[in-house]
């Protein structure tokens, strides 16, 4: 039998090559979409869970901190840092007691602290006034925030520094030493986390640095507090000092890092006096020429001669703190600002088009403070800071109230070794330990600032971007130094959540409200969250201009599994579409192979073939071109999987050829049917042209005549509409997906990511789909001008010319076409209106037709070339025998 | 072996009420193998319909055929196809060779997957040599004449030693010369392979050369008439 077919195909070699092509058109263009859509779908999955996943799937916060850009699904990356507690021990309880809680790792934003560092010391080469100015310089990426000051210093002239009475008649300070050290300030966030969670939950105990001494928090950890207050100590009170505050002596770890960008500077001159006060005399006398001339303002009018200049970064900064063995110097730190929320409204984006969503900072009015004998007025007068929060402190701007933290240090953690997502690109701003970024669009006057610049945090708390915690102590300090309600935030991880998709969704949003019944908490899913672009205006404050615009990475939550659903729909589109592309046709060859040799087969009945037989050769012909394809498909996946191991699995290998297989049986049984209702007396038959036909009205020109021809043989033409209209109606889907910025897709950096990677392969698949719908109805048209070899041979005896004859044939196939677009417009409004509700516009409107439309016909003309060339070399005589 | 094809009260009705033709009118018929028996009649005549039915490719309306004493209108489909492939060789006007297999195996075609008590490869090389085309075994079927076309296809009606050979006007797309050898040949085929031949054709001339004449109109036999013994019968 397979000798038969094969003899068949090598006498029939055109029909053969068409078939050779389609066969691996199908097989080369499955196997590949599928090995590419999986490595694909793999990748985006990876995407979700690798760049973007949240170390944590969902974040509890106290009630009522929700900002009113949750409206938009958008969360304040800094949302920790303006969470000053607010969640009790006892919630936290309640939350791990829920089941499928794995980890329950709370966090406790306890405040900013400052140390004061030797940054840099200064050698004064003789006997002379020197002046040393020191300044302290911050910078966010837009602009430098310098504070510093200006000291004179007498050195080697007689003074004595204790005598601060007399010093200050001439405005000098006095070193003995030829040298001096300058401080420079650390300011800092520090946070309270339970280290056995964290561990779990990010493994900060791995990412401890492995040097001496170095240690991560243990259960032995003491925390001890004690009040320490001037109180009733009468000799304190006759001093007029008057303190009251906690002291709290905890175990800490720190960042080795610096998460702010500044620098101190320090620069010494000696001062051009005009005697080199050699002499006791020449000092007395420019002693009293100082006093007499305004001391520091006096000073301020000589010349000088620059004799050194030093400059230490935050970075420098922070690696002399790490070369200190240890924080036991700093006895004291004092937790003197407090976190502070940062409010928004939302305003309309300059440029819509980029960012559909913009906020403005509001910024506080002024804030009042009034301490009996100590601070009254505005309270910004106590701090050099610019507000950009609410100003919060653990005492009015006063230190005598303030805790205490008196550190154990433990060792430095590097943050850069922790277990969270760490694509560079892209930066997740939801995790603790990464400082925030942002970058500078727009300036204050809405022009572009080309290019943009990065901005970073200050050390500034009330500042408009926040610094990550850089000192961390426990859960214990934590509570005794804010209290009952010291937690901020409590990470979350369930068990059992792997990836984001829709059974993960489903279980944390009952575990979420599971939370919510429980607490009262707000709980919000993280997983499955995308950074989203977000334009946010920072105001003018104080006596600061507007700084302008700056586009920040927001939290978008949700976001992955919306760009989940829509990739897994995309990818199920694409190959179920192939798919069925690739059915109709195998359907459509073995159809009209069939119908091509439905006079060989009456032959070989009337010759006393059985049906079966007949069936086994159209079976076994049509396994033959499945074995074919399998095989080639088979090739082309091993060598996607040698390439990318792990993407494909022999298993699905297997599915695949084994529906390959299926396909190409499935395609001959409906012929293998039909060969059963073959009479052999049909080889009686002579000459008829058409026994029956539907038809649809009159014929009266060439259209109606190619429609009346088209309506006879509809259940083939229909079959070949359909291999046209799905993909163009899968085309329009994913064009809207592409084009319609105001969606889902592009709006989140994420969406971007996932349409850019997929884009390619969904155009690729459509224009594959549409090529093997071209062969489809070139096929059904070819097989149309054979049966009605003699109805155009007679047309032409009547006189019809070459240029009617081509007409006829190409109007046919654009006909198809148009039918597949009427069928696509419908499939694509279907689709569009299941995934975005009724909401086409007008020109949204008229490209669907146009598209819908326009495809189609050009297919259908493309597939009549051909039978329209055959249909012209028809003889006249053809149809007279 | 069926000596002999016995036809009762057969009909044959083509499509519905409205437009019904009737193209066989109760036809009783006694066929019998030693004769070359001609069937003639013009177009319409019911001729090829009645050759059908004897040949089984169709089912009359209603009657009964016999081979021998067997009512092959009993019989289902895979049966007659058995029927046909083992007893009956054809011949059409059109020849109907595959064209896609050469000479040798459109002879060959319906043996496809058979056994049989010969070695049916020498068999059809014989046979292709007795019509005269030894040298074109393997040629393709547009490589031959129309002539030679109809040679192969006289082969292929032979392979199977059928008992029966029903031509339908084999010589209609043929020229006269080629049409006489044609005939000839189809006698000497008659003696030689000692079957029954049954000829369908509208040319007086040729059924003049047939034992037994036939002779059709309007779905009815108007004559039947044994040529050897010049005896004759009519058959309504």
New interface residues.
Partial sequence: ?IK?II??WR??KGKFALLVIGAILISSGLSFLIGLSETSKGTIVNALEKKWNASYDIVVRPNGSKSETEKDGLIDPNYLSGLQGGISFEDLDKIKEIDDVEIAAPISVIGFTSIEIVFAEMKFPERGIYKITVNYVENDGIQNYSNGYIAYYGIDIGLNPENMERLSHYGLSVNLEKNVELYGTFNFLVAGIDPSEEAKLIRLNKAMLSNEGNRYFSDSDKVQSITETSEGDEELEELGIDFNYQRVTAPVIMSNVSSINNYQEATLEKLDIGTDLESAEDIKEFLAELEQNGKEGYLDTFETEPMETVKATSEMLHENLLEQSSLGAYRDLILYEKASPLTYETVPSPFPERWDIAYKIISPGDQIVNIDGEKTGDISDYTYYTKYRELSFYDEPALSRAPRLTPEFLGYYDPRQLSISSDPVTELPMETYRTPTAKHMLDAYGSPVNPPEQVTATSNPFGYLMQSPTMLTNMEAAREIVGEEAISAIRIKVAGVKSPGPESQSKLEAIAQEITNETGLEADITLGSSPQPVLIQIPSVDDLDSLGWVEQPWIKTGESIAIYDEAVLGYSGIIICLMAVAIMYVFTTNFISYLSRK??FA???????????LRHLLLAESMLIGGFVSFITLIVLIILQQQNPGALSFWRIGLIISFILLIYFTGALYPSYLV?RI???E??K?GEISERGARLGRTRGVVSLVRNNLMSRWRRHFVSVLTIALPTALLILFLFVSFQLDGVMYTSWLGEYVALEIGPIHYYAVILSLVIAVMTTAELIWQNVLERTKEIALFKALGWGNQRIYMMVLLEGALLGFLAGIIGIFLSLGILSILYGNSLSIEQWLWLVLINVSIPVIVGLVSAVFPAIRAVKVEPYRGLQ | MYQQIKLTGITKVYGKQDIKTIALDDISLHLHKDDFTSIIGSSGSGKSTLLSIIGTLEKPTSGTVFYNEKNISQLRTNQLSELRNKHIGFIFQQFHLLPALTAVENVLAPLFHRKTGYNKNTKAKELLELVGLSDKLHALPSQLSGGQQQRVAIARALIAKPDWILADEPTGNLDSETCGKIIALLMEIKREADCGVLLVTHDMGLSRQADRVIEMKDGQIIADTKLNDKQSQIND
């Avoid at chain 1, 032959?603 to 037989?613: F, I």
């Fill in positions: 039998m038969w003899n068949y006498r029939n006079k060989e032959v070989l009945k009337a010759l006393g073939w059985k049906n079966s037989k059963n009479s052999p007396y080889v009686m002579q």
